[in-house]
């Protein structure tokens, strides 16, 4: 079966699939862009990931493309052609196609296009024997909480942990603090059991799946804190995992040079994985 792309109102061979080259968000990095996992055809957390994008979309005062129930339609109608049914969902949303200028233009309608890809889920190895991380400086504008497509500072971290053969770098503020990965949130949990993560605010990319897994973690009966922790408390953990829609609870087992607490899956982590494939599971049957 063919790839199928939709953009701005068609659905196209993903091969032919185009925008304009003055579109703001080719220009400027003038959009905002979700990812959304599904299994068995279903969106997890889907409503959770609708609402994170109109208030991205509020906070750079882009219009809404179509109205919510319309943007659902079309998303159920796009995995159906792509015949897929496991995968991810990418939603992205310019201001649109204008002349170049740095002033919002005017009684311009914003530009719509989606994707559908494979699931992204790491390898079965990851999740039990956990992956190496490094720590780099966060180099990224102030608005972290906004899902801009402005990723550039995100794919350079990236790219060091792939030059330096590990999964993830994690970033980190002039004094230490660790803010989130390059494209994950990070969890620590210390030595007396509590489950520690940066408090949502513009410095961080609230992750839905961060989220989550804290009302899990509540709901379980686990201690959390929401706070800053520094790369110096994150390496003299007991325990510490990332987490993102594509890769769900992945533990930690090495920060930089230092192995976290016995360098193995800790009992917490392995608590939260647990939790996060039951609540995959009630909504999506998979």
């Not at 296009?113 to 999740?127: D, N, Q, S, Y």
Request: hydrophobic fraction near 40%.
């Amino acid at each position: 079966m063919a790839r199928i792309a939709y953009v701005n109102g068609r659905y196209i061979d993903h091969a032919y699939a185009n925008v304009h080259i003055e579109d703001r968000g080719y220009q400027f990095s003038d959009g905002i862009y979700e990812y959304i996992a599904f299994y068995n055809k279903k969106l997890l957390d889907g409503d959770l990931h609708f609402k994170r994008l109109e208030r991205s979309l509020k906070e750079l005062q882009i219009l809404e493309p179509v109205n919510a129930g319309a943007l659902k339609v079309i998303v159920r109608e796009l995995i159906e052609r792509n015949g897929r049914e496991d995968g991810g969902l990418y939603i992205q949303v310019t201001r649109g196609v204008a002349k170049r200028d740095h002033v919002f233009p005017k009684n311009v309608r914003p530009a719509l296009v989606m994707t559908i890809c494979g699931a992204k889920t790491p390898k079965a190895h990851e999740f039990t024997d956990g992956v190496k991380v490094i720590s780099q400086p966060d180099n990224r504008w102030a608005r972290r909480d906004i899902k801009s497509v402005s990723l550039l500072a995100n794919i350079l971290a990236k790219q060091e942990a792939g030059n330096q053969k590990v999964r993830e770098s994690l970033l980190l503020e002039k004094d230490g603090t660790v803010n989130e990965g390059s494209a994950s949130n990070v969890f620590i949990v210390t030595p007396s059991g509590t489950l520690v993560t940066h408090q949502a605010d513009e410095d961080i990319l609230g992750g839905i799946t961060r989220d989550v897994l804290l009302k899990l973690a509540k709901k379980a009966g686990i201690k959390t804190e929401e706070r800053a922790f520094n790369i110096i408390e994150a390496k003299d953990a007991a325990e510490a995992f990332i987490t993102s829609t594509s890769i769900n609870v992945l533990p930690v087992v090495k920060i930089d040079d230092r192995l976290v607490g016995k360098g193995s899956v800790g009992a917490v982590t392995k608590k939260m994985q647990e939790l996060y494939n039951a609540h995959i599971y009630k909504q999506t049957g998979k």
